[in-house]
């Protein structure tokens, strides 16, 4: 059974630092591309970082060089490395995969950027 749990969401002050953890189980993430997804309240969710299995990364526009994805294959780890937050950056913050034809999700971390 594929299950991701994230971790390390809180509230920060503007300016403040962030960093994600997706730990997987059942799945070997080195073998799969892994994302980050946020959604805000009254917006649709939205892709945030990508890493494929090869390595290449991706950030949506918003985030390029505040934010980090990386893995740690030897724990089954995602990370996300959030810099310079804003208070836009609030949102839950979910672990995604896609293999088999199957979408899988994390229950999701609170970031709240607020004074």
């Known amino acids: 059974q594929v299950q991701f749990v994230e971790s390390g969401g809180g509230l920060v002050q503007p300016g403040g630092s962030l960093r994600l953890s997706c730990a997987a189980s059942?799945?070997?993430?080195?073998?799969?591309?892994m994302a980050w997804y946020r959604q805000a309240p009254g917006k649709e969710r939205e892709l945030v970082a990508r890493?494929?299995?090869?390595?290449?990364?991706n950030y949506v526009d918003s985030v390029k060089g505040r934010f980090t994805i990386s893995r740690d294959n030897s724990k089954n780890t995602m990370f996300l490395q959030m810099n310079n937050l804003k208070s836009e950056d609030t949102a839950v913050y979910y672990c995604?995969?896609?293999?088999?034809?199957?979408?899988?999700w994390g229950q999701g971390t609170q970031v709240t950027v607020s004074s």
């Open positions: 995604n995969s896609v293999f088999n034809s199957n979408t899988y």
């Open positions: 890493i494929t299995a090869g390595g290449s990364i």
């Open positions: 059942g799945i070997s993430i080195r073998l799969y591309a």
